[in-house]
Structures are given as structure tokens and as C-alpha cells.
């Protein structure tokens, strides 16, 4: 069960008006990542053992729409709750997930807003992501900023840097993550690795990352 949590699982509809989908996936918020994230499903990826970033969610029951104009792709998602209307939304859309994405070339910008039900006591209310990455050659780079708003006022800021140089076969890796909490707490975390590829479908990896959480 848990390696199927790991993928995105759905049905839909494709056609000129776009796509439909139903299921478990990806909101479009942590679709905007694009390819910034060089430590993907590792304890040192843009969420991390830290949990630096909020915005990494792959939730169940979503109704999303996905449609591409020219260079830009617009994704919307919906998620309904599951609760009462005490202990947890029980609405069509307690859970709403917007954003557009655009690539042209070597670049890629992107932006998504998220609003989350808070009737289950949830803190996080509201975050808005920011990415964009660039493509020089066989070197990748990129930015990422987060704010989010919290229902006990402790809104946080994350930015993010990643860079990545292509080896022949092979690719060096490096990315910073910091997330400010407006109470005082700063959480940074610094990593480093490297890709082996052995074939088309195998990768070995070696990495090495340090974080800690501060009170400032």
C-alpha cells in the first residue's frame, strides 16, 4: 500500500477541452516544483526530514482539470472533505489547488496557490509557491518560494535554490532549503550529491545532507 501512496493513481477524460482526472494525485501546487527539486522522494528533497516545505501533497478523492495553451498550462483541483462539517470539511471543494505553469525553452516559470479546510484544526490556511528553473547547457538551476498563512499566526517562508551539472552519463547535485517561522524558528538544510547511471532503468546515488532547526 504504501508504494502505491507513492504514485499518482486515477481515472479520467482527455480530449480538446483538456483533461480530467479522478483520484489520487498530485495537487497542482507541488506540480509547479517542475524539475527544481534534485533530491526527489529522499530525506533531503524540498519537504524533508525537516518539513521544510508544506506543499508537497498527493491527496485522495481529487477532481482535477488540466489544460495547455500554448506555452502555458493551467491545473486546477479540487478535493473534498471527508468529515462532518466539525472535525473536518465535508464539502466539494474544502481543499482547493490552482495554478499555471509556463515553459518555453530552457526556462520554466510557475506559480500555485493552495486553500486548505480548517474546520479539523488544520494550521496551515492558505500557500502560495513560486518556481522557476532554467536549462544552460547540462546545467539545470533553480528557485523556489513559499509563504504560507497559518490559523495561530506562525506564517512561514520558505526559499529554495537547486543546481545540477550533467557529468556525461552522470550528474552532480546541490540544493538549500531555509524556512522562516515568524515566532522566531529557522529551519535550513543543505545537501549534496551524486547520480551514477548504470542503465536506462538503474541509477545509483551517493548523497549527504545537514539540517538543523534554530530558534532565532
Not at 482526472?21 to 530525506?43: A, E, S
Request: no cysteine; proline share 1%.
Amino acid at each position: 500500500t504504501a508504494g502505491f501512496a507513492r504514485r499518482n493513481m486515477y481515472v479520467g477524460l482527455k480530449g480538446g477541452f483538456g483533461q480530467v482526472r479522478f483520484g489520487r494525485h498530485d495537487t497542482p501546487l507541488k506540480m509547479v516544483q517542475g524539475k527544481f527539486d534534485q533530491f526527489g522522494d529522499t530525506d533531503a528533497d524540498i519537504k524533508g526530514a525537516l518539513s521544510i516545505s508544506q506543499g508537497e501533497n498527493r491527496l485522495g478523492n481529487v477532481v482535477a482539470y488540466i489544460n495547455k495553451f500554448s506555452d502555458v498550462t493551467l491545473a486546477v483541483a479540487l478535493i473534498p472533505g471527508e468529515g462532518n462539517g466539525t472535525t473536518g470539511g465535508n464539502g466539494f471543494a474544502d481543499t482547493t489547488s490552482i495554478a499555471a505553469m509556463w515553459k518555453s525553452g530552457p526556462a520554466f516559470v510557475s506559480l500555485a496557490m493552495d486553500s486548505y479546510d480548517d474546520t479539523g484544526g488544520t494550521i496551515t490556511e492558505d500557500l502560495t509557491r513560486l518556481v522557476a528553473t532554467y536549462t544552460m547547457g547540462t546545467m539545470d538551476m533553480g528557485f523556489l518560494f513559499e509563504t504560507s498563512g497559518t490559523s495561530n499566526n506562525s506564517d512561514k517562508d520558505v526559499m529554495g535554490l537547486s543546481f545540477a551539472m550533467g557529468m556525461g552519463k552522470n550528474k552532480a547535485k546541490f540544493q538549500y532549503m531555509t524556512g522562516d517561522i515568524n515566532n522566531g524558528n529557522e529551519t535550513t538544510q543543505m545537501s549534496v550529491g551524486y547520480d551514477m547511471s548504470l542503465s536506462k532503468s538503474t541509477t545509483a546515488y551517493v548523497m549527504y545532507t545537514d539540517g538543523e532547526t534554530e530558534n532565532t
